[in-house]
């Protein structure tokens, strides 16, 4: 639709598997289908399917749920390419406002686990990894959101790395990619890498610190 845009497999016309559903939430401002791209190509190359939504005012989390209702519209069109090719369980994520529309739509049935960016504030209690920087100004409310998130979660701080730049660090996508292939998945050689004491994430040199909580 005019209001969503798809990143997705170049070959998922192709494919004989459901590809996991990423909803995304622009941060305050960045509005369109495109602001975030390195990042959407990362998971889009690792099998996910992300679904954007243009507004660049996600705080209450009706956009990342508008952007999947998309998307899964478009597994039932047989002239779609992705038609029966998407998992109908879906992850929720997104930067700065667009992170704190994660943890307000996290409560959607359809999401299985949470990825809020430099910004978050009390949602559902899904497995939920937190993303923060030492320089991202959002800090202290997802360290907080953190802190009183009642089911599993990890929270990953950045060395470095301003408020912008939060969702482009290497070492974060890099677990953001094993969990995904975790939650989503369903495979058990990366849950073994992100869950409990988060291993994967004592392998990546470019962060300060990384605290799990509830496995």
């Not at 943890?103 to 497995?127: C, E, H, I, W, Y």
């Not at 301003?162 to 050689?189: I, Q, T």
């Amino acid at each position: 639709g005019r209001d969503v845009t798809i990143h997705y497999p170049s070959d998922i016309a192709n494919s004989n598997c459901l590809h996991g559903v990423i909803a995304w939430g622009n941060g305050t401002g960045r509005s369109g289908g495109s602001n975030y791209m390195q990042t959407f190509r990362k998971w889009a190359s690792f099998g996910f399917v992300v679904a954007v939504h243009h507004s660049g005012s996600s705080g209450s989390g009706g956009p990342h749920k508008s952007a999947l209702t998309a998307v899964l519209n478009e597994s039932s069109k047989a002239s779609s390419p992705f038609y029966n090719r998407l998992n109908p369980k879906a992850a929720i994520s997104g930067q700065s406002q667009g992170g704190l529309g994660t943890s307000a739509g996290s409560s959607d049935d359809r999401f299985v686990t949470a990825l809020p960016m430099a910004g978050a504030s009390k949602g559902a209690s899904k497995p939920s990894l937190f993303l923060t920087s030492q320089s991202d100004f959002m800090k202290s409310g997802t360290s907080s959101a953190y802190n009183g998130h009642s089911g599993a979660g990890t929270l990953l701080i950045a060395k470095g790395t301003s408020h912008a730049s939060v969702p482009f660090h290497k070492g974060m996508l890099n677990v953001s990619v094993a969990w995904y292939r975790c939650f989503l998945n369903k495979n058990e050689d990366a849950c073994n890498l992100v869950k409990n004491d988060c291993s994967i994430c004592s392998s990546q040199s470019d962060l300060a610190e990384f605290k799990t909580k509830n496995w």
